[in-house]
């Protein structure tokens, strides 16, 4: 997902949270959705998303789920009182993503050197799901979204080549 600045305040969906200790099953489950989505996390059981209709309804189950497993939840609507929250908020969000980007990249580059002809097609399957899982928690694109994105339509390239040209891998 992709958020425009407008050059009005954000609107961002917060949600405020106390899971028990035990058992810690739940617990960790929320907190791995928590971070499938893409939140910020402001503090310790505090986590913030910019609001829309499908970010919204992501907290709102996280609160459920909380709720189910004994704690409570707050779910608030809110907006920074400054563009320099804001704005550090917002590029927070994109670091953790760049390193994500960059991390995908890596793995692409390694692929490059040492993917064997039949594999291709299979491994770049698998990069892009990867990166469409990334693309999901993206809030703020950050520049190496399009490194990454480059990086997988280069190798993607290479099942169109002839297998004599691939680099093969030397066991």
Known sequence: MVTKHTGESLDWVVLIYRVP???????????????????????????????????REHLEWVADQVGEAGG????????????????????????????E??????????????????EVTRVVKRLRKDLRIIQRRDYFPPPERDVAVAAINRLAGLAEVPPASLPVCQS
Not at 27 to 36: N, Q
Not at 74 to 98: I, N
Not at 109 to 118: D, F, K, P, R, V
């Open 101 to 118: 980007y960059r991390d995908l990249t890596r793995t692409v580059q390694e692929s490059l050197s040492n993917i064997e002809a039949g």
């Open 72 to 99: 409570t939840a707050l779910l608030l609507r809110a907006q920074t009182l400054a563009r320099k929250d804001e704005r550090a908020l917002a590029r927070t969000m994109s670091q953790a993503r760049a390193s």
């Open 21 to 55: 200790r035990e058992p810690s099953s739940p617990r960790i489950a929320i907190w791995r959705k928590l971070r499938a989505f893409g939140v910020a996390q402001l503090s310790d059981g505090v986590a913030a998303l910019p609001e829309d209709a499908r970010t």
